[in-house]
């Protein structure tokens, strides 16, 4: 059933070995049957050269992790960059939040991040860790409302492993969110947990899959921590 899917790695996985020569990384990539990437990171390497090296080893570029201080201060550089790549998702991997009005805020700063990658074809969304599946006051996790401010333009990279961490079961999470979850990033989780190889952990990733194919899933995402 695996092999039904898209399957991409995040390059943070192999993070050393990209730092020090992305070919060999990339070849990697391709040899244990990953067909993209999800980015993160340019290596000092310039659109052109990048392109060429994942058309090389035959891998598409799905989406590329960008921080927020980033989108928020070199944002046309980076919706060039993925054009150039064909590159058509942008994630914002990461925003500290510890209260409603924080997730709001960020929300409000992605919203308006979105319209402008949306006028060049761009689609933006934010990955979640553990902290946005804690309960705000009105006992909504705060990504419900960071998702609620940040619009429909705003698509959710759901992490299975940092919800499953918050004691939350991710398949209601994906069905809350049915239609705007084109990427759902798969790490594993154990009984401790602590993020571990994929056949040490409690996460079902054959009905995860499942109801990701319902839910509108695009492309599994592979990270090892």
Known sequence: RMNMISLSLQLYSIRQTMQQDVAAGLKQVKAAGYTGV???????????????LL???QLRPVSSHISLEQLQDN??????????????FLVCPWAQMENTQQAVQIGEQLRQISERCAMAGINLGYHN???EFKKAEDNRFLFD???????PLVFAELDVAWITHQDVQPIEIMRHYAGRIPLLHLKQI???KQICSFNQGTIDFGEIIK?????????????QD
């Open 190 to 192: 154990n009984a401790d």
């Open 211 to 223: 109801a990701g194919n319902v839910l509108g899933v695009e492309e599994y995402i592979v990270e």
């Open 75 to 88: 944002l046309d550089f980076h919706i060039n960059y993925l054009q150039q790549l064909g590159c058509d």
């Open 38 to 52: 999800e980015l993160a990171g340019y290596y000092d390497l310039s659109a052109n050269k990048m392109r060429q």
């Open 129 to 131: 860790h553990t902290q």
């Open 145 to 151: 409302h960071l998702m609620d401010a940040a619009g």
């Open 55 to 57: 058309e090389q080893n």
